[in-house]
Structures are given as structure tokens and as C-alpha cells.
């Protein structure tokens, strides 16, 4: 296992001693590279076999600060100081003596003053990082472009060599005062939580963009370890947010009134639990003071709920229709195509069953005659020629094809596997059939079969209809299909509106 790697970088100053001051102590010294290593990095054991230290120094630097060396006649008029000052102590003496440190610790790196040269900079400092490494980074010398060359480094290492940040110091010399001995101190600063935001702002643009939570929700699991029970009602909001996307993810599209199921098991309950749990956070947050507020809830996070709020708001309908619906606009949206085209197909159905007095329900009545149907009307019209009508003759035959396949399947069936009762009498069934033959638009029933080629492709991981549908196409069928499906019933939601 990789052990400890403090990073600095080395400047060019001629640096005072300076009394530097954290949460776990003070120390004096003129390089804040030898306060960090003490009071941060080595603050709960020693320096071990697996340490490892990393300076990083322009060719002016090392000769500067890095060897031991004379004081120049400026920096002694400076410093108001006589020629029989001692010689300037360079941190690679502290270091050895205290560490004992090698020359191989120190980089030497380029100005930066080309785009060549800053490559050559962000690449030195990533080849010094080793998997799995845990960091402890001082920047409180890194002039110009160094900080965000250096957060660059870090948080691509994070990814491809599994790192763990453990703290990003500056000791804030401009911030410095005198303490009651006299002495000037100066706090050393955590900047690692900014280095959080980075990862919130990665989590904010996977859901904005895509409608994936789960960043968002690990993040979340971190910060309720490190908070404990500070956090109890925005958690029961994230962990509805998941059970949301993840829900959408695996299709979980059926909703049965006042039956509440396994958690998860339908995207519009796990809707109706975020509204909740996500007003009542609101609530409480209201009722305390501001700086209280702040305290109890993660920054990032909080400035992300107006935006999953909204984003969300797609669901807020009364019923699976809607839902549908919502739930292909979602996809469509979210470039899910291939939950798309599943809420797609089942929506469809769903629209059939409601307009003809069907049982959504019920699976002998989306597939024994919504999709039946579909079905059989676009087989009759695949053995015509191209822009023949479909005659009511023809319909009366296709009604007929029906009722023996129905009579074959379900007429001696009740319910089968279906969780709903048949609210439906059997000539309910056949006036609703029926009605739904002599009236199915022709285009509605071809549509039907492109849209179920397509979702069967890939649900069955390519192996239906081989090499017929490619990746990029299906997502531009998805958006079509949608759009033409909406278009066809526009007429029949409009007539019945009025």
C-alpha cells in the first residue's frame, strides 16, 4: 500500500520566519513547507519508510531557497542585517536533517512561460504521483498558474491512480498578526473542500445533462459520514433522487394507486416521496437562522436542489399515461434511448387501453388486444400494395382474426399473472376490440412495429433483427417516433377537450 506524498513548490523570495498557526499547533520557521510536513502530514505519526517528499523548483528557486547560500547585499539591507549574518539555510538542509531526505526529492520544473512549458509542468508533477498515494499539497508558494496546474494534476490523478487528497494547504502570510509574545503568526488554510467542488460540480452536470443521480448520491454518502445525523432530511431527498433515476433507468413505469410496493418499484412513487421529503426539508430549513442553516446543509448541494427540483418537475402528473409520456420526454432528453423507446412501446398501449376502456393493468388487454391488434392491422397492410386503404371489409376480417387468436389465448383465461381484478366484462372486451379495429389509424399500427423492432433489438442485445438498426440512427428514430405518435393524437385529445 502507497504511503504518504507531501507536494510543495519552492519559490524565489527571500521568505521571513514566520510563526505559523493551524488547529494542530504553531510553528516558527521561514519555510511554511517545514510547518505543513509538522503540523499537518505528520501531525498523528512520524515519517516512515513509505513518506515520501516532492519539491518542486524552477532552476532560480533551487538556487535561491533549496541550497544554502549567502545572503546578497540587498536582501541583508533588507533584512537590516550586517555582513556577519549567518548564511541563508536552504529547506533542502531542514529537510535532510529532519528527514532525511535525499536530492531526489527535488523537480526542477520550467517557468511556464510557453504552452509547451506548461505541459511540461503538468506532466512532470502528474509522473510524480504513485497509485494510490495519499496527498498533502502546499501551494502557499506557487505563483501564477502553478495552483490550477496543480489542482489539474490532482484531480486527474484522483481518477487514473485511485489518490486520496488528504489536504490543500496556503499558509497565509498576508493574513499574518502578532500574537501576544510578540511573535508574527500567520494560519495555515485547508483549501481541500474546494477541491470538493469540483467533484459536485461533476455530479451537478452528470444529472443536469444526463439524469444520472448516482455521483451525486456517493458524494452524498461521504459528507452524511462525515455530518452524521445533520443531514437526515436532505439525505431522504437524494436517496429519493436515486431511487427516481434509477427507477427511469430500469424502466419501473407501472404505478398502482394507494398500493405503495417495494421501494423503487415505481418512478411515481418514489416522486411523491421526494415531493414530500423534500418540502418538509425546505420547511425546516426555513424555520432556522441562516448561519444555522448553512452549517446543517452541504453548499454544493443546496444550490443543486432548486435545479433537481425543477429538472424533476417533468413528473409531477396523476397518472400513467402522463407519466409515459413524461417519462419518454425524460429519455428523449437525457439520450436514453433505449428506455425511451421501452416507455415508448409501453405508453402506446397504455394510451390504447385508456381511450378504448381497457384495463392498463392487465396484461390480456395491453398485449391480447391493444398490441394485438396493432399487430394484425400491419400485417394486413404489409400484404397490400403501397397506398391501398384499409376498407372496413378488411377491418371486419382483421376483427375476426382477433376473436379466434383471443379465443385461443384468453377466452378460457381469467386473470392469469395479472395483479389487478378484470373490472371488464367480456363484451366490454369485444365492443372495445371492436371499436379499436375499425378505428386504429393505419400509421398508428406501422409505427407500432418500428418502434417494437427497435426496443426488441436492443433488448436483446442485437441479436433480433441483426445489423439492422445502428446506435446513432436509433436515438434519431427515438426523437421521430415520438413526435409522429404525438402528432397522431393530438386530434383526438383536442376533440375530446372540447
Known sequence: MAGRHFLSVLGTSNYSKVTYRCDEGTLATEYIQEAVLKLKMLNERGFGADDRITIFVTKEAYRLNWLDRDYTDRELKQMGAGKETARKTGLYSILQKEFGITEESVRFIPLGATEDELWDIFNIMYDEIQDEEELYVDITHSLRNIPIQMLSVITYARTLKNINVAGIYYGAFEAKVQNEAGETEAPIFDLVTFLDILDWSQAAGSFVRYGNSDEIKALFDIQKVKRRNKM?????????????TQGLETSRGCHVPDKKGVPGGSVLNSYRSYEQNYKAMQKRVGKQEEAQARKNRIEPLSKLFDVIHDKLGIFDVEDNLAFGFAAIDWAIENKKTQQGFT???????????????????????????????????NNEMRQKESGKELTAEAREDIFRKW??????????????????????????ERKAARMLTMELPVELAELTSAISSRRNSMNHFGYSNIYQFGCRKLYEDLKEYNGRFRQMIAPAEEREEE
Open 232 to 244: 437526515a432530511d436532505s439525505y431522504k431527498v437524494v436517496n429519493d433522487l436515486y431511487d427516481i
Open 343 to 377: 416507455a415508448l412501446d409501453e405508453t402506446i398501449k397504455t394510451y390504447l387501453c385508456c381511450r378504448y376502456g381497457l384495463n392498463e393493468y392487465l396484461e390480456k388487454h395491453r398485449e391480447g388486444i391493444a398490441k394485438s391488434i396493432c399487430n394484425l392491422v
Open 403 to 428: 376473436e379466434i387468436a383471443w379465443e385461443m389465448r384468453w377466452g378460457r383465461e381469467q386473470n392469469g399473472k395479472d395483479a389487478e381484478p378484470d373490472t371488464v366484462t367480456p363484451e366490454q
